[in-house]
């Protein structure tokens, strides 16, 4: 797989990860009467990309396998748009992964296979009616006969009204997040996708999420502050009667949750890396990927900035006082006393 390069490509990848993400969406963003003919929960997702390097700042995609109900197969081929404007050459683009998705068909079973290709589109500007690969042609009519032509299904999310925006919890977040992203107004959008994250509340899965969603925000948007973000956590965990437990808000605890969690995530991440990299470098990796998510989690943007400083610190036992100081830290200032005791 193509390594992560921004973080709507990220954030794509991890939330269509999601089953029941990538299930609804194929369920209700598709055509009824082509979702109709999908065994839709045979869905399952391939770890393979067909882009082309150059493109990957500007377009993500995901392969899902498939069953057809009557139990043969299918693929369908997920085009995430996030460039801030349509572009023109995108079919011809698809052309060119269609034809790599059947190279591996043929490959693999000798067989040419339906792929469905759908294109998701969050840029500024609504994508144009009609632009398909028909619409690229220009020249004589006699000739048009030799052009190849197909059809995609597009979702372009500025057309969705939030009502319209339907689907598994973890979706509909997604979706309106990729809607919002771009808009002057996503700060005081941001308490109606926060609404939706507490359908998540008693799933196993809900602090991870809560990264996921928090770290987009964090690293995606110019158009929403710290404080703004922090002002729709309360609105919602809070103001709006949100669950509590000594004072502290929903959204506080799940910070601190996740802190604890992506400790012990981030040790059991580097002992394993240990085993081929070195006992001392994976331990130092696991303390980094506890920080980097606490530092997300509680901080936000301004706590990821301190990570450039603190991935050149070579001391695992450094590391390990600034992730267990998150706990307590009350403000950046409280971290970088562990690493810059001068100060």
Same mark, same amino acid.
């Given at each position: 797989?193509?390594? +992560? ?7 794509? %990848? ?24 999908? @065994? ?17 700042? /500007? ?11 009557? #139990? ?14 349509? @572009? ?11 034809? %790599? ?19 998701? /589109?969050?840029? %500024? ?6 632009? #398909? ?12 006969? /030799?052009?190849?032509d197909f059809d995609y299904h597009l979702v372009d999310l500025s057309r969705y009204s939030n009502d319209e925006i339907v689907g598994a919890a973890t979706l509909q977040v997604a979706l309106r997040l990729f809607k919002s992203v771009y808009a002057r107004d996503f700060a005081e959008q941001l308490p109606g996708?926060?609404?939706l994250l507490r359908d998540l509340i008693q799933t196993q899965s809900a602090l991870e999420y809560l990264h996921v969603v928090l770290r987009y925000i964090s690293q995606s948007s110019a158009e929403v502050t710290d404080t703004q973000f922090h002002d729709a956590l309360r609105e919602v965990f809070l103001d ?22 992506? !400790?012990?995530? #981030? ?16 331990? %130092? ?5 506890? +920080?980097?998510?606490?530092?997300? !989690? ?16 070579? @001391? ?20 970088? +006393? ?6």
């Open positions: 797989m193509a390594e +992560i390069s921004n973080p709507h490509d990220r954030f794509f %990848r991890e939330v269509f990860s999601y089953p029941e993400a990538a299930q609804d969406f194929v369920r209700y963003y598709l055509p009824t009467e082509v979702a109709a003919v999908l @065994d839709v929960p045979t869905l399952e997702l391939s770890r393979e990309s067909f882009l082309d390097p150059n493109l990957q700042e /500007y377009i993500s995609d995901l392969l899902y396998y498939v069953r057809l109900r009557d #139990g043969s197969p299918a693929y369908v081929y997920v085009l995430l748009e996030h460039k801030s404007f349509p @572009d023109r050459r995108t079919p011809f683009q698809l052309l060119g992964y269609f034809v %790599r998705i059947q190279e591996r068909s043929l490959r693999e079973t000798g067989e040419m296979v339906p792929v469905i290709l759908l294109v998701v /589109y969050h840029g %500024r500007s609504s994508w144009p009616v009609g632009f #398909g690969m028909g619409s690229l042609y220009t020249g004589p009519e006699k000739l048009r006969r /030799y052009w190849p996708i926060f609404r709006e009667g949100g669950a509590t437990m000594q004072g502290k808000t929903l959204a506080q605890q799940w910070m601190e949750q996740g802190l604890e969690k992506g !400790l012990e995530k #981030g040790l059991q991440q580097g002992l394993l890396e240990g085993r081929e990299k070195g006992y001392l470098q994976g331990r %130092r990796e696991g303390f980094l990927t506890a +920080i980097e998510m606490g530092l997300d !989690l509680k901080f936000g943007s301004h706590g990821l900035a301190l990570l450039p400083e603190i991935y050149r610190i070579d @001391d695992s036992d450094v590391l390990r006082a600034i992730a267990e100081g998150l706990r307590s830290a009350k403000s950046l200032d409280d971290l970088r +006393i562990i690493f810059r005791p001068e100060e």
